[in-house]
């Protein structure tokens, strides 16, 4: 976390975004007052200088009897470099340009001792909506006790990325981050994924192998959709984790570990006991603290920081699209039944169809319209009609009986739109579904129903020869 103060800009999301894609989760200060009091959790306090660098001064004092002292980073306009030196001579620990925001610049900016541990790659973490933040200070603490910790939530809602933040606020931050998806992964492969194996010890164990658990020696191993690991299994991982040993297959040698486990579902783990899925005793062993991370929908300040952290992410340019605030409203309605997950696919086909420094209310291309009536009406408004996809646009004759037609043929022409400029930007049909953000066989069904709303024509048809 940093403590971010400028009394003349406010933080807007492309800038979150970028410096979520530096690691860094800022957190705004409305004076040097309120920077004594966020301070002692940061690991940089920066500051803007825009006249008199006096104020570097002041903060750094105030910083002295903090233990560690978080950094001290001054913003300087590029063209002032006499209050460059003077916020340096102040006590600033390092300066960076005002308008600096790019990954590079930030981990510049960073101690020489702590380089080791920045060199790691940056995860970008975004906890804005207030719910977030409480479910962020929660996990924080629970991060500094070595409890097994059991993350709840829907599909796609970032459960892995809150078991992130739970390694990297712990002690065990150094250490390795391991992580396996159980319901990825056959009953035969998980075992030796997990527990490791010795060369010879069953038909193509051709070499060693250690597992998981040793692995992340020192560190964290994450176990997603643990509800999904074969019974059998449990017994095994429960062992594991009142003994802290193994012996892996194929071997009399025992293994002493040394990890920490943060488990993930997205199931109800007591009805799977009832129903003799889950051993209820390792149950108990994995859940002493639980953590659920709501859906996207339920935390509706994260929508938009987080769709600008996708564009920057996906966008192939120097300087990503900013989304107007018609298409924010409209990102904002949606119901997101696919929570994060599918929001960046959304934002990744709205640069297919952006082309431009903005993203516009038309380039949002929804995977189920539906959703986006009913977050509507669920909000408890009327959305006004620039704030409305043009695939829910219908005309206003004929409303009653000409609504449904109007909605299917601008939702195929929307659809038909995102296709062929996706297919014409690719060399091929597998690339062009990647970039539309659904399966080479979903693209492969679209193709074979969509027409061209002009000429009638099958896509098959149109595009025959031009991406196969």
């Known amino acids: 976390m940093i403590v971010w103060l400028d009394a003349f800009e406010r933080l807007g999301e492309i800038e979150l975004a970028r410096l979520a894609e530096a690691g860094l989760r800022a957190v705004p200060a409305r004076s040097i007052a309120d920077i004594e009091s966020l301070a002692g959790s940061a690991e940089r306090v920066v500051v803007r200088v825009a006249e008199d660098a006096q104020i570097v001064a002041e903060v750094r004092k105030r910083l002295e009897s903090l233990d560690p002292r978080p950094q001290l980073v001054a913003r300087v306009d590029r063209d002032r470099f006499?209050?460059?030196?003077?916020?340096?001579?102040?006590?600033?620990?390092?300066?960076?340009?005002?308008?600096?925001?790019?990954?590079?610049?930030?981990?510049?900016?960073?101690?020489?001792?702590?380089?080791?541990?920045?060199?790691?790659a940056p995860r970008a973490f975004v906890f804005v909506d207030p719910v977030s933040q409480k479910l962020l200070a929660l996990a924080q603490r629970v991060a500094k006790a070595e409890i097994g910790v059991l993350v709840g939530g829907p599909t796609g809602a970032g459960k892995e990325v809150l078991a992130r933040v739970l390694h990297e606020a712990s002690p065990r931050a150094r250490g390795p981050f391991v992580a396996l998806n159980c319901a990825a992964m056959p009953e035969s492969l998980i075992e030796g994924m997990l527990f490791g194996h010795e060369k010879g010890a069953f038909t193509g164990a051709t070499q060693t192998r250690t597992g998981l658990f040793e692995q992340a020696g020192g560190g964290t191993v994450f176990l997603d959709e643990i509800g999904e690991m074969p019974y059998a299994l449990q017994s095994r991982l429960l062992r594991v984790l009142q003994e802290r040993e193994l012996t892996r297959l194929g071997s009399n040698q025992v293994v002493k570990l040394d990890f920490r486990l943060i488990a993930a579902t997205n199931r109800d783990l007591k009805a799977a006991i009832v129903a003799r899925e889950f051993r209820e005793d390792l149950y108990f062993r994995i859940s002493a603290f639980r953590l659920t991370i709501p859906a996207l929908r339920d935390r509706p300040g994260d929508i938009l920081p987080l769709a600008a952290q996708f564009l920057v992410r996906h966008s192939r340019e120097l300087k990503a699209p900013v989304i107007s605030p018609e298409a924010g409203d409209a990102l904002l309605a949606y119901a997101w039944p696919g929570n994060v997950r599918e929001l960046e696919n959304v934002m990744q086909r709205s640069l297919v169809l952006c082309g431009g420094d903005r993203v516009e209310i038309d380039h949002l291309v929804f995977d189920d319209m539906d959703d986006y009536v009913v977050a509507t009406h669920d909000h408890g408004r009327e959305l006004p009609q620039h704030a409305v996809p043009a695939a829910l646009r219908a005309s206003d004759s004929n409303e009653e009986m000409g609504r449904a037609d109007a909605l299917e043929s601008t939702v195929r022409a929307s659809e038909y739109q995102a296709i062929m400029t996706a297919i014409r930007g690719t060399t091929n049909r597998n690339e062009a579904a990647a970039r539309l953000g659904i399966s080479p066989r979903t693209l492969r069904y679209k193709l074979a129903r969509l027409r061209d709303p002009v000429s009638g024509q099958t896509l098959c048809t149109l595009d025959e020869g031009v991406a196969s």
């Open 82 to 120: 006499e209050l460059a030196v003077q916020a340096t001579r102040m006590g600033a620990d390092h300066v960076i340009a005002a308008d600096d925001f790019s990954m590079a610049g930030w981990r510049q900016s960073t101690r020489p001792q702590q380089t080791a541990v920045t060199e790691r």
